[in-house]
C-alpha cells in the first residue's frame, strides 16, 4: 500500500517544484480515500481493468498517466465509481479523490511542454472534395457521390488514419477529373460538331420489316431502333435521310422517338429515285439515348387499278446524330483560369501562366517553378500530337486534379527536423488546416492572401493574431454552414437518419421525404447556435426549432404551412434542444420500438464522451430489444440485465440517462403510455441522484461542464484530423476552463485554433 505514495504523487511530482508544489492535507486526503476505497479492486493481484494503481509506472507513460487520472476524475465524479455493489464512500472522500486529480492534471499541463502530435496526411473526403471543386471553378454537379464510401475513424470521415486509397478510388477520381475539365475548358466546336451515322440497314427492327442493299425497308407498321451515346446532356441535331413507295391520298410519314416518347412526325414524299433529308434539333440526355424510327401510316390495297397506289412503304437510308450543337458556357466560377490565359504563343508559352495558376489555386500554395514547367509541357506534347489547345489544357487540368497535392491535404516537411520535435506550420499549411475545419473546403483568396504575406503564422499580441481573425471572418461566411452538414452531422450521426428503417407495419407514416426533414431540422438548428453565438449548452435545450408542414404535423403540432423550412417557437420545451429532435430519437431506437440503452449510450458518447466498455461477451443487452412489446417488460428486462455484477456498471447510469427519452417514440413522437401501461420516464444515476424525464435530463447535462468538455474534443478531432494525445487533452481543457461558464461554439473553435496542435506538428520518426 506505501507504493501509492510513489505512484500517484511521486510519479507526478516529476513537474518541476516551482510549479507543482509538494503535496499537502489535500494530497494526503485524496491518499488515504485512494486506499480506503480503490486499491481493493485496482491493486496489484488480478486489477480491474487492468488498472493497477500500486505498480504501473505511469512516470515513464505520460500518456496513460494523464487517461488514468481523466478518468478518476470523470467516473468517481459521475459516481460510477466505486461500483453500485460496494458501500458508498462518504462525499468528502469522493471529493478528495476527484480534486485530486484536478490538481494534479493542471500540474501536468503547467508543468509539461505542449506536444502537438502527428497528423497523418489527409485525403479530402467525398464532401470535401465537392466543396472544393464548387468554390474551386464554381461547379455544384461534381460526381463526388460515386466514389467509394469513407471510412470513419473516431466518428468522422476527414481524419488521416481514415485516408484509405484504392484503385477504385483512383479511377472514380479521374473520371472525375475528366468530367471536371470538359466543364471548365470546354473543347467541343458548335460550328464543326462531331458526326455520328448510323446505317439503317444495320439497325435494329421492330415489326415488318427488311434490308434492302444499302436501306431498311419498312413495309407494314414497324420501326427500326438504334442505341446512340452522346458525350453530355445538351442539343443535339437529328437527321434522317429517306424516301418511300407513294400510294393513297397521303404522303409517307414517319414519327421520331427518343426513350419512347414521340418528338416529331415527319411527312416523307420523296421516292427511292431521290431521298430527301429531314432533320430536327432537340435535347438529348447524357450518356444512352434510344432513338427509333417508326412507319406510322402503313397502305396496302392490292386490288387498286393503278399498281403505283397498292402499297405504300417507307425506306430509311441512314441516321445521323450530331452534336451537341449548342455552344456550352464554362462556369463562371473558373473565369479566373481564363483570365490566365494570355491567347497568343507557343503551346508551351502559352500554357505556363494558366497552369501556374491552375496548380497555386488547387494546390494551395504556390506551384513551384520546376512543377508549372513539367505542367506546361504535357499541354505542349498533346498540342504537338494535334490537339487543340482546349483539349490540351483539359490535360494538365486532369493532371493537377489527380495529384496528391491537390487530393491530400499535405503538410510537406514532415519528416525535416529532430523526430518528435514540435515544428511550426506554414502560412499555406494553416491556412488549409482552417479552411478544412471551418468550410470543408480549399482557403478563399483572402486567406491565401495573408498566407502569402506570411501573417498567418505569426502569432499576435494578446491572441490578435490573423490566423485568429480570420477564423473570425469565416465563421461569419455562409461557408460555415459546413460546420453544420459536416461537423455536427457525424458527430450527432445524424448522416445515419438516412439508413433507419422504422418498422413500416407500426409506422406505415415515416417516409423518405420525413427522413430528410428529420435530418434538416437538426443542421438548420445545430447552424442557428453557431451563427447567432448562442452557449453550447443551448444545443440541449432551446425555446426554437425549424419545421415544415410535414415535421411540425408529425410532432403534433399545428399552424405550420408548406414545405419550406421556417424558424418557430416550440410551443413545449420538451422538444427544444438536440434531445428532442426527432432524428437522434430515430437513430437511437430500434425498427419497431424505443431503445433507452441505445438512447443512453449514444449520450455518453455523443454529449460527454464518456463511451462505456463494450459488453462482456454474451452480455449483450441491445439483442432482444426488437421482442419486448410494451415498457413495463422492458424495464424488467432490463432491471435484471442490470442484476448481473459485469453489467452494473455500465447501464446503470447509461440505462437511467436512455430512459428519461421514453416518452418519445421510435420515430420521434411524444406519448404518455405505451401499449396499456402508462410511461415511466425515471432512473437512478450512481450516487443516488433521480431523474424523471426529458426536461430533468436536460438541466442534467447542461449543468455539467463534461458536456462542453465534450463538444470541444470532439471539435479538436474533427479539425485536427487525429484523437487527442494527453497534452491535448490537458491543453484543451485548459483553454476551455478559461473561457466564460457558457461558451459558444465560437469560443471553442478560436480556443482550438489557439493551440499549438493545431499551429503546430510534430516530426515524424
Avoid at 434539333?281 to 406510322?296: Q, Y
Avoid at 500554395?365 to 487543340?388: F, I, K, M
Avoid at 511550426?424 to 483568396?445: G, I, K, N, V
Wanted: a neutral charge; one cysteine or more; proline letters at 8%.
Amino acid at each position: 500500500m506505501a507504493r501509492i505514495h510513489f505512484l500517484i504523487l511521486g510519479a507526478l511530482a516529476a513537474a518541476p517544484p516551482a510549479q507543482d508544489p509538494a503535496p499537502g492535507a489535500a494530497a494526503a486526503a485524496a491518499r488515504a480515500s485512494i486506499v480506503r476505497h480503490c486499491i481493493e479492486c485496482h491493486g496489484a493481484k488480478d486489477p480491474e481493468a487492468d488498472l493497477d494503481l500500486e505498480r504501473m509506472p505511469f512516470e515513464q507513460d505520460p500518456e496513460r498517466l494523464v487517461a488514468v487520472l481523466r478518468q478518476m476524475r470523470d467516473r468517481v465524479a459521475a459516481g460510477e465509481m466505486p461500483p453500485a455493489e460496494k458501500p458508498r464512500p462518504a462525499r468528502e472522500d469522493l471529493e478528495a479523490i476527484v480534486g485530486f486529480a484536478r490538481e494534479r492534471l493542471a500540474a501536468l499541463a503547467r508543468s509539461r511542454p505542449p506536444a502537438p502530435g502527428r497528423v497523418s496526411m489527409r485525403r479530402l473526403s467525398r464532401a470535401e472534395y465537392a466543396r472544393t471543386i464548387r468554390d474551386l471553378f464554381g461547379l455544384d454537379a461534381v460526381p463526388a457521390r460515386s466514389f467509394p464510401p469513407d471510412d470513419l475513424v473516431h466518428g468522422f470521415d476527414n481524419q488521416g488514419a481514415a485516408a484509405t486509397f484504392s484503385a477504385l478510388h483512383l479511377e472514380k477520381l479521374v473520371a472525375a477529373a475528366e468530367w471536371i475539365a470538359e466543364q471548365v475548358v470546354p473543347s467541343e466546336d458548335p460550328d464543326h460538331p462531331p458526326v455520328q451515322r448510323f446505317e439503317a440497314e444495320f439497325m435494329a427492327g421492330e415489326g415488318m420489316h427488311r434490308s434492302g442493299g444499302d436501306s431498311a425497308h419498312l413495309l407494314a407498321a414497324g420501326a427500326i431502333v438504334q442505341g446512340v451515346h452522346v458525350p453530355r446532356a445538351g442539343t443535339y441535331r437529328v437527321r434522317i435521310r429517306a424516301c418511300g413507295d407513294q400510294a393513297g391520298d397521303e404522303p409517307v410519314r414517319m414519327a421520331l422517338l427518343v426513350q419512347g416518347r414521340r418528338v416529331r412526325v415527319f411527312e416523307v414524299p420523296e421516292t427511292p429515285a431521290q431521298p430527301g433529308i429531314r432533320s430536327v434539333d432537340l435535347p438529348l440526355r447524357e450518356g444512352r439515348n434510344r432513338i427509333a424510327i417508326d412507319f406510322v401510316n402503313d397502305l396496302y390495297q392490292p386490288k387498286h387499278p393503278d399498281p403505283r397506289q397498292r402499297d405504300r412503304n417507307l425506306y430509311v437510308d441512314w441516321l445521323e446524330v450530331v452534336g451537341p450543337v449548342d455552344r456550352r458556357e464554362p462556369p463562371q466560377g473558373s473565369a479566373w483560369l481564363r483570365a490566365a490565359d494570355p491567347g497568343t504563343g507557343a503551346a508551351r508559352t502559352r500554357a505556363a501562366p494558366i497552369v501556374r495558376a491552375l496548380a497555386s489555386r488547387a494546390w494551395r500554395r504556390p506551384a513551384t517553378e520546376s512543377e508549372v514547367a513539367a505542367l506546361a509541357a504535357l499541354v505542349a506534347d498533346a498540342a504537338a500530337a494535334g490537339d487543340p489547345f482546349p483539349r490540351a489544357v483539359q490535360l494538365a487540368v486532369v493532371a493537377v486534379l489527380v495529384s496528391p497535392h491537390f487530393l491530400f491535404k499535405a503538410e510537406p516537411g514532415a519528416t525535416e527536423g529532430v523526430p518528435g520535435q514540435s515544428v511550426a506550420l506554414d502560412d499555406y499549411q494553416l491556412a488549409t488546416r482552417l479552411a478544412y475545419f471551418l468550410w470543408s473546403s480549399m482557403p478563399d483568396d483572402a486567406l491565401l492572401e495573408l498566407a502569402a504575406q506570411g501573417r498567418l503564422a505569426r502569432r499576435g499580441a494578446g491572441g490578435a493574431d490573423a490566423l485568429r481573425a480570420s477564423a473570425e471572418r469565416m465563421l461569419a461566411d455562409a461557408r460555415a454552414q459546413a460546420l453544420a452538414s459536416e461537423f455536427a452531422g457525424q458527430w450527432l450521426e445524424i448522416r445515419n437518419v438516412a439508413d433507419a428503417a422504422p418498422d413500416p407495419l407500426r409506422f406505415p407514416e415515416f417516409s423518405a421525404e420525413l427522413r430528410r426533414d428529420l435530418a434538416t431540422e437538426t443542421e438548420l438548428f445545430f447552424a442557428a447556435i453557431l451563427r447567432e453565438d448562442r452557449p453550447v449548452q443551448d444545443l440541449l435545450d432551446a425555446d426554437f426549432s425549424f419545421w415544415n408542414e410535414r415535421l411540425a404535423r408529425h410532432y403534433g403540432v399545428g399552424g405550420v404551412v408548406g414545405e419550406e423550412f421556417r424558424r418557430v417557437t416550440v410551443p413545449d420545451r420538451r422538444r427544444g434542444g438536440i434531445l428532442g429532435h426527432g432524428s437522434v430519437l430515430v437513430l437511437t431506437s430500434n425498427a419497431a420500438r424505443t431503445s433507452p440503452v441505445r438512447r443512453g449510450k449514444w449520450i455518453l458518447e455523443n454529449l460527454l464522451d464518456q463511451a462505456p466498455p463494450p459488453p462482456p461477451p454474451g452480455n449483450d443487452s441491445l439483442r432482444g430489444e426488437e421482442e419486448v412489446r410494451d415498457a413495463r417488460t422492458l424495464r424488467a428486462r432490463m432491471a435484471a440485465h442490470r442484476a448481473r455484477p459485469e453489467c452494473a456498471g455500465c447501464h446503470v447510469r447509461m440505462d437511467a440517462l436512455g430512459f428519461a427519452l421514453e416518452n418519445f417514440d421510435a420515430v420521434g413522437r411524444w406519448r404518455d403510455r405505451d401499449g396499456a401501461g402508462a410511461i415511466d420516464a425515471s432512473g437512478e444515476l450512481p450516487g443516488g441522484r433521480r431523474i424523471d424525464g426529458v426536461g430533468e435530463l436536460k438541466e442534467l447535462l447542461r449543468a455539467d461542464r463534461s458536456f462542453v468538455h465534450c463538444v470541444a474534443r470532439k471539435l479538436f478531432t474533427y479539425a485536427i484530423g487525429r484523437a487527442p494525445l494527453a497534452a491535448d487533452h490537458l491543453a484543451l481543457e485548459n483553454a476551455v476552463d478559461a473561457l466564460p461558464a457558457r461558451p459558444s461554439l465560437r469560443h471553442l473553435i478560436l480556443a482550438i485554433v489557439d493551440l499549438d496542435a493545431f499551429r503546430s506538428r510534430a516530426v515524424a520518426r
